[in-house]
């Protein structure tokens, strides 16, 4: 810093003359008031390096059974900033989709309080929280993926099966899976017949051309002898979490098994069903439920037709109401901010019953979706298969039919790819198109 009074003394003296003492004091002063700003920085970094230097950075890995708060707890995060990591994190992060092996990684000041806390559910996508003074602030980093696509195309053979076919040439399980699902629907797979044909579109999202990030059924195809010619398309909404986000056909029927709807019209569990720490007691208890994030006053809807059995509040479920259905189980809806139905009102698939709220044992406004089965024990609500509509109609209806003309489109472009064979041990042929 003294070199650049100096020269700046230098340059005064040329341009001036050394007589001109006010104009020298100025730039005197100058200089002590950047020499005092360059050491207060200098002190800034030392200060910040010195504390990062005595975090204690800590991992732990989700086990079998696990929720965010068990990895937590086993971690020694304290009670208070284990609710404030999961609050800062569930808006973002489906925290019910966790799966075993997934590493969590924290760092602790020398007080034991978290300073950082890191998640990567997979190679490309991290997500991060930094301390600050009203809790933690979410930030998320999104690495480069290319996208595949690959068209599929084959037929049945003597003593196969589709589900086998798929295994077979590599597509991944839970891909297999929604295929057989969404074709089930339409498809009496026990009168197949050997050369009954198929087709395939998905895409893929792979971390440097080779991990398998993600990836999404397109279409799928079933042309047979007996059953006849069926397709699937997937349709998205603009929200990426909307309970209308499935397969359906081109006529925009919901391509599911049961006529059970969501409860919300945004899909996003904050706490699903099963074991877990309370977050406001700190206690192991089993949660009768799922939880669904959603901001208050939000619709709820009926998810099948029924009627009320309960319209109330007590302290622990804030406002709630139960409907009863027609095998004989019942439905629950809790944390209500608004009650829209009485006890014995009918109601139908998807009729407003209330609104989402906070009310009760509640740490910010969600829905708690509770079932019980004809006997009257809770059970699972993702083991009734749900869907948003039995079909699409008015703007939804009108996006499909341009999202189908679009994923025809995109399986012509594919189909112009070389094909190659699958595998060795099939005749299915497979195409790829990169699209980044």
């Not at 696509?149 to 076919?165: H, K, R, Y």
């Not at 798929?166 to 050369?195: E, N, T």
Request: aromatic residues 8%.
């Amino acid at each position: 810093m003294s070199r650049i009074f100096f020269l700046l003394c230098a340059v005064a003296i040329a341009l001036t003359g050394c007589n001109e003492q006010k104009k020298i004091d100025a730039l005197m002063q100058e200089n002590a008031r950047l020499e005092a700003s360059a050491d207060s920085l200098r002190a800034l970094i030392a200060e910040a390096q010195g504390a990062t230097s005595k975090w204690l950075v800590k991992n732990d890995t989700v086990r079998a059974g696990d929720g965010l708060f068990q990895v937590l707890y086993r971690m020694n995060i304290n009670e208070k900033e284990r609710g404030k990591i999961v609050i800062a994190l569930q808006d973002s992060v489906e925290l019910s989709a966790l799966r075993v092996g997934q590493v969590f990684y924290v760092a602790l000041d020398s007080a034991g309080d978290v300073q950082r806390f890191r998640f990567a559910p997979n190679p490309a996508t991290v997500h991060m929280l930094s301390k600050v003074e009203s809790g933690f602030a979410y930030s998320r980093i999104d690495k480069p993926v290319s996208v595949r696509q690959s068209v599929f195309e084959g037929a049945l053979e003597a003593g196969s099966t589709l589900n086998g076919i798929l295994y077979k040439v590599g597509i991944p399980g839970r891909m297999v899976g929604v295929v057989s699902g969404i074709l089930q629907c339409k498809v009496s797979f026990q009168l197949a017949r050997p050369g009954d044909k198929f087709r395939i579109l998905l895409e893929e999202k792979f971390y440097q051309d080779s991990i398998w990030i993600s990836g999404k059924v397109l279409y799928a195809e079933f042309n047979g002898h007996t059953v006849g010619h069926h397709e699937a398309f997937r349709y998205e909404d603009p929200d990426p979490k909307s309970t209308f986000n499935a397969h359906y056909t081109e006529k925009g029927e919901a391509l599911v098994f049961e006529g059970l709807r969501y409860p919300l019209d945004r899909l996003h569990i904050t706490s699903p069903y099963g074991a877990r720490i309370h977050p406001i007691t700190g206690r192991r208890t089993v949660h009768h439920g799922i939880d669904y994030g959603s901001p208050k006053g939000s619709p709820v809807y009926a998810v099948a037709a029924g009627v009320v059995t309960v319209s109330g509040y007590d302290d622990l479920s804030g406002n709630k109401i139960a409907i009863r259905h027609r095998d004989n189980s019942e439905s629950w809806y809790m944390h209500l901010s608004v009650r829209g139905v009485n006890v014995g009102a009918k109601v139908a698939p998807r009729q407003v019953i209330g609104k989402v709220g906070s009310t009760g044992r509640s740490t910010g406004p969600h829905l708690h979706l509770g079932f019980k089965d004809n006997r009257g024990n809770w059970m699972n609500p993702a083991k009734k298969t749900m869907i948003a509509t039995p079909k699409l109609e008015g703007a939804r209806l009108a996006r499909l039919k341009k999202q189908v003309a679009d994923i025809r489109k995109e399986i012509e472009l594919t189909l112009a790819s070389p094909a190659v064979k699958a595998n060795d041990s099939t005749d299915v042929l497979v195409r790829m198109r990169v699209l980044k």
